[in-house]
């Protein structure tokens, strides 16, 4: 990264942290329309995607992803000011009661958890809300290519909301670690897994995805909670978690239990995100192309 854009991008953090927070987020709402715009190629297949899973027609799958980018730009908002607005945390972010006891309750079994969410609102500003809670959190993640722009992030991530975390590319060990500890495993379960993943269908298309929480739920016996965060259409600030099962307690389509059959447990997996995306497909992160491993760069 060049000085000059290095320089643009901390005088960046520096006002968005300046601002009062319905000023900051309503500034990450224009910049992710303009993304829109700038991006206009990728917004195109960002819309056919929505209009292929989705079933919807075109003028409602534009208005889907105007409002992916939008909340895009108020999650890199968010995101940069984490900072700024931990103290706040409780506040922006609603942590039922019900959702405590749920994820208590599982970690009494003594087998460690896996809380399995995806690229919905604002994962990270949910984290820091359940670190906040006092369950210590480690994250799987996708190392970033630019090394600057990796050290901001991961700084925002371990010092703000003080979140550990976990190289998806040599981290296992760290995750078994943890795991055989009781702690807690977050993986993001929407992301296409290439070659490396199981073919299996994502609104009923054939998509690459990652198996690592069917195995370590083989190997650990660990329970999978389904964790979604949910932006507050009245009240943009605000976010809510929810937890309403364990995943792993249940069987998939045929009745076998979770993890005997690697397709039918990955099923149950992708039908919750399924089932997310349906009822807030605006929050979704259209630009993850979840299917480009299977159908290629065409759509």
């Known amino acids: 990264m060049s000085g000059g854009i290095l320089a ?33 190629r990728k917004t195109d297949r960002c819309e056919a995607r929505c209009v292929m899973s989705l079933g919807v027609g075109v003028t409602v799958s534009r208005e889907i992803i105007r409002g992916s980018f939008m909340n895009l730009g108020m999650s890199a908002v ?65 190392p970033q290519s630019d090394r600057t722009a990796e050290s901001i992030i991961m700084g925002i991530r371990e010092n703000a909301s003080g979140m550990s975390m976990i190289d998806s590319n040599k981290g296992l ?29 994502f609104f009923g298309i054939p998509a690459s995805t990652h198996d690592g929480i069917v195995k370590l739920y083989r190997k650990f016996h660990c329970p999978v909670i389904p964790v979604q965060c949910v932006r507050d259409k009245d009240n943009p600030s605000h976010h809510s978690m929810i937890m309403q ?43 993850l192309d979840r299917w480009e491993y299977t159908l290629g760069k065409n759509i």
């Open 78 to 142: 968010e995101f940069i000011r984490l900072p700024k607005i931990i103290s706040r945390i409780n506040e922006l972010v609603a942590f039922p009661e019900d959702s405590i006891n749920l994820l208590n309750s599982a970690l009494s079994r003594g087998k460690g958890v896996i809380l399995m969410t995806s690229h919905m609102a604002n994962w990270e500003l949910a984290a820091a809300r359940v670190i906040h809670e006092g369950f210590p959190l480690h994250a799987v993640y996708t």
């Open 173 to 201: 060990r760290e995750i078994f670690r943890v795991l055989r500890a009781g702690g807690i495993v977050v993986i993001m379960q929407d992301l296409d897994a290439r070659k490396d993943g199981i073919i299996t269908d």
């Open 245 to 287: 099962c364990i995943l792993s307690d249940m069987k998939d389509a045929d009745g076998r239990a979770f993890g005997e059959d690697m397709q039918g447990s990955l099923r149950m997996c992708n039908k919750v995100i399924e089932g997310w995306i349906k009822e807030r497909p605006e929050l979704w992160l259209w630009l």
């Open 8 to 40: 643009t991008l901390n005088f960046l953090v520096k006002f968005l942290r300046f601002l009062p927070h319905k000023y900051a987020l309503t500034f990450g709402r224009i910049t992710g329309r303009l993304l829109r715009l700038i991006l206009w």
